[in-house]
Nanobody, 122 residues
Framework: VQLQASGGGLVQAGGYLNLSCVAS????????MAWFRQAPGKEREFVAV????????YYGDSVEGRFTISRDDRKKMVHLQLNALRPEDTAVYYC????????????????WGQGTQVTVSS
């Protein structure tokens, strides 16, 4: 399994970014996908999940209403649109695939990408 995340960068507060993650080695359309993030000195935090085959999306409380997760099964990609960015959104963002259990918990995800850095300046 390979997950390749991209799209991070440096942006001013109030700005936006679009992250992408391309997957290989998994039956993508049958796989739940998610984004997590980890800031320096903090634990990895759940950001958003998009289940297989049109299931409902869910978001972490701190990003609800600002971030949007989507997927393109034909291209085997999952996206995260980040709007109204805040300095506290600064973190490395990771895509994850194939959970077994509570999807809020990083330990429940079998596969991870390498991460992409998002830095929001004030």
């Amino acid at each position: 399994v390979q997950l390749q995340a991209s799209g991070g960068g440096l942006v001013q507060a109030g700005g936006y970014l679009n992250l992408s993650c391309v997957a290989s080695g998994i039956p993508f359309s049958d796989t739940d996908m998610a984004w997590f993030r980890q800031a320096p000195g903090k634990e990895r935090e759940f950001v958003a999940v998009i289940p297989r085959r049109g299931g409902s999306t869910y978001y972490g409380d701190s990003v609800e209403g600002r971030f949007t997760i989507s997927r393109d099964d034909r291209k085997k990609m999952v996206h995260l649109q980040l709007n109204a960015l805040r300095p506290e959104d600064t973190a490395v963002y990771y895509c994850a695939a194939d959970p077994h259990g509570n999807y809020y918990l990083p330990s429940k995800w079998r596969s991870w990408g390498q991460g992409t850095q998002v830095t929001v300046s004030s």
